[in-house]
């Protein structure tokens, strides 16, 4: 099966599905990344570029495809929408930044045809009520990890002293206890199938 995740800015995927991403490429499944935006403003590109393909690297995605749209900018236009016509992960609509906001109303439209489309929170995603969720235990730590590849943006949080690792494990583990288990990534569905 081929997987693609979308995100707005590098370190996205991984905090909203990381974990789950590594595990569909340690079952063999094609997993790929589109990052819509270098994340300039948060902080030096070429090394949030970096940070993304070493992370990328950690979760066994094989190939990172750029969007190369200006960090704050993302459009919310026909040009996207086209090169997004298959996707299964994606940032709620529900987010305070319009980065994430503007990508996921884009991916609404480029999957209207995709029976299983997804999506994650990020820190700065608001209301978010997901439906369904996967254990991630077993994928924790390789998650981490792929964030903290991201060296740059670890402790930008704003929040004192809490770093993106820390946030990422504690909403884990409040997702999991949601779930009725340790770790887990929450997600919304647009559209699931199941296949039994």
Known sequence: MNILALGAHPDDIEYGCGGMLAKYAERGHAVYMFVASDGALGGDSEVRRHEQKDAARILGVREVFWGDYRDTEVPM??????????????????????????????ALSATRYVPNVLFFEVPSTVNFTPNCASDIADALETKLAALAAHESQVTKTNIEDLTILELARSCANFRGIQARVKYAEAFQSVRLLLNL
């Open 77 to 106: 236009s026909r040009e996207l929408i086209a090169r997004l016509e298959s996707v299964i992960f994606v940032n709620s609509p529900e987010d305070t930044h319009q980065d994430h906001r503007n990508l996921a109303q884009s």
